[in-house]
């Protein structure tokens, strides 16, 4: 991994390389990061995990939104030093390699999604959203969702979709319970 | 027994999407997720005014940055004559600058660095000295007798008129306002408005010494105009020449133009013979790239006193930004403004426009339309709803009584366009009883008594979607016409590109659709291929709604020459004649006995393993297809809103949406195309605009300045359907992407002018914000939003 992040950190000496360490989606992972790299970039450039999007540079589109411990966050205006000691969770995290996590699952099933953008940071915040409250209203969904922004869908299917894995989530655990 | 076409994913199956399968997992392919070895990236300086000489570019500190490997201005590009380009609308637009600035935000130089935050510090290094002149950021201004002109790049450009249009009978006209009862006038300014996808623009060159070869991965909606235009600018040989448009994350007309970055990134490429990615940040798309609207109406109605339009006047003043260059495909210089007033039954009609250019960002786009129909549109209802008050009448009586008959079609409009089916009135009833309508009427006077203010807004029209036919619709001079290729393979399962580009809309899920419905091939048995200029078909791209009608069609049509060779396999399989053999769903028989039949899967493996003597081998074909006419879809939106007097704000309660877009597809996606246009058309009504101060400032480069809604404000939708096949299209179907986004927003203007009646306000411009209203009800007044806007 080291090369890869002489390809997005500066070469110059006089800006110091600060060693971090992070757990992402489940894996502890250690580099070396210039301190003004962003989380987003982090993840995309150098982890090459590309579901998560940068939109608008802003912390307004939450596009780039992924999980720090568990708490939708804004990737593309959080630095890198700043996840060092802490767990982050990407769209690639959501499930394994053959398996779809219900929020997935719905948003496919509601047809929550159009151009798939604004999709992987809607699912991530949908996830906190039902971790914390797994039987939410649907103005508490819109509401949980407002830091998301998407241009197609109009979200009411988004809405939809979260509705759709809450009830699947709830269905799951008490199958489990049963069991 | 027949095939089930529903459960085949035919046509009329919500079949669930297949591109989903990717993207939910986060495995889309969106331009920037795109690597390739040894990659530079590139990042774009921008003018921080409006108006100003160049005095100088100081380039040496950017070059002394470790890592930068080359930086570009307007000067380097002009020494191999690409400091300016052509543009969609036959006038040239600025690369990188070399002699002025012309808008805040327009490209001066670009740096090139092995990582794109060492191409941002090269930018910052950049030192460029300007000198100020006057700002023009309305067409009062740029008519002005003192103006500027801000083309004195052109030789013969003394003034900032771009063009005079006209259109319609002008003494028929004034004929019919000579002896109308009534005459009903408005004006008002459809603001500046941006599409801006979550995505941003971006390109990544790829120039191949040894091969010659030029890629370029891009966020295009028409790869195939991209690929003719790179051939015919930059002289590069079009076979050598292959752009690949990967996954697009949204495009609503943004991505249909060229832009001056992916032009610098192409030559960037070919003189550093490496990659270079070039990704847009969000203001610069916001500030640079293609806004749409930003139109002045004077509208006139000429009518009799029991509500009949006599007649339509209208004139318009179009600000087109520092270069002309409208992305629209349509010979007539104001798009298809004059598509107004299509679904009512008027005699006689006149319409002049006038372009100017401003120190205003150019590349008037159809941000989610055809090109000026959702102006025209707003433009129709809003005067409609002012004609109806007038008078009077009520605004659905009024509404009917003008509309076109559905006995009346095909119909030639006073503008001279020609509708051809609809069920007009039908549409608007089914609207008026979802919401209530008398109901609602009763419930508004009850809630006056106890100082509440609602309203309610209907917004009814037909829309031409689908460039071309080709007769009147052409990208410089290349013909509006699509393509489909299909390719089935031996076992029956199949292959299909064509030449039009999904951005969400959902072809690899809908196209398969008419493959299952015209060949009883399973929608899953059939993979879908689009954007990549050196596999696909030569076709015109997707925007104005035209994929469905123009390579949709062409899908159809590619499916029914499979179907008749596929017919002559069968008779050979069957030995019979070809005269006996019947077709259904996915099956060929012999007539009078239906138990002896072959499948189409049958078929295919006989066209690799067992073709008949003489018949070219293999299972395949090209459609080329070009529209007798545009579809003619309608739409019915009604609105109610409480305003609260106190604040200006207003709440939207319920939006009904009644779309006949003839045969649906796939219904899941239709409604959802719906969904998202009437989410846009609320964001123009109540938010969503780009303004700018006397000095040329863009108020809105941003998400902060430019609002956009959220989950949270944004309304629920109640949608129902009225189907009137369209009569020229091969499966019947219509446009159906952007119905909502044109015909929306007058719904929602019209609702909150309802409520303000007893106000006497007859208009409040766009974005319909607080301050605007509480300033219409507190001062019984118009509000206007043209710029500049003063900031406090």
Redesign the interface.
Known sequence: MTSLFE??????SDIPIKRITLTLNGRSRTVNV?P??LLAHLI??GF???????????T??G?CTVLVDGTPVKSCTMLAVQADGHDVM???GLAGPSE?HPI??G???E?G????????GM?LTSKALLDRNPDPTEDE???A???????????????KAVLWAAERLRDEDEGGGEA | MVLDEIKIGGLGASR??V??????????N?V??I?LPGMLHMEILRSPVAHARIKSIDTSKAWNI??VRLVLTGEMMAARNLAWMPTLSYDTQAVLATDKVRFQGQEVAAVIA?????AKDGCEAIVVEYESLPVIVNPDQARAADAPVIRDDKANQTDNVVFNWEVGDKAGTDAAFARADHVSKIEMHYPRSHP?????CGSIADFDRATSKLTVYMTSQAPHIIRAAVALVAELPEHMIRIVSP??????GNKVPVYPGYVVSILASILLEKPVKWIE???GNLISTGFARDIYLKGELALRNDGKILGVRMHTDSDHGAFFSDAQPSKFKIGLLHAAFACYDVPVAHLTAQGVYTNKAPGGVAYRCSFRITEAMFFQERMVQAAADELGVDQAEFRRMNFVRDDDFPHRTAFGFLTDSGQYAKCLDVGLEAIGYEDFLKEKEEAKKRGRLLGLGISTMTEPLGAGNSREYDILGIKMFDSAELRVHMTGKALLRTGAKT????HETTWAQIVAHELGIPAADVVIEEGDTDTAPFGMGTYASRSTPVAGAAVAMAARKIRAKSRKLAAHLLEASEEDIEWELGRFYLRGAPERGVTIQECAMAAYSNMPDGMEPGLENVAYYDPPNLTWPFGCYIVTVEVDPETGVWDVLRVVAVDDCGVRINP??V??QI??????AYAMANMQFITFDEEGNCIGG???DYL?P???E?P??ELHEVVTPCPHHPIGAKGIGECATVGGPAAYVNAVMDALKDYGVRNVDMPLLPDRVYKAITERTDVSGAPPVRME
């Open positions: 390809e997005i950190t500066t070469t110059s210039e003004r790299l995309r450039q090459k995990l590309t579901g998560t999007h940068t939109g608008c540079d802003t307004n589109c596009a990407t769209v690639e779809l997935q699952e948003f496919k099933d047809h999604l159009q151009c798939g953008f604004c999709t992987p699912m969904v819109r509401w969702l407002s830091g998301n922004l998407c241009r197609c869908t109009g979200y009411q299917n988004i809405v | 669930l999407r591109e989903d399968n990717r993207f939910i997992r986060g495995k889309g969106y920037d997720d690597v470790p890592g092995d990582d794109p935050y060492i801006s996808p979550i995505e941003t996954d697009i994350g949204g495009g609503f940040d969000k203001s951005q969400g809309q959902g899941m996606i409604e959802g969904m998202g246009g009437l989410t846009e941003n998400y902060t956009l959220t989950a949270w944004t629920g939708y």
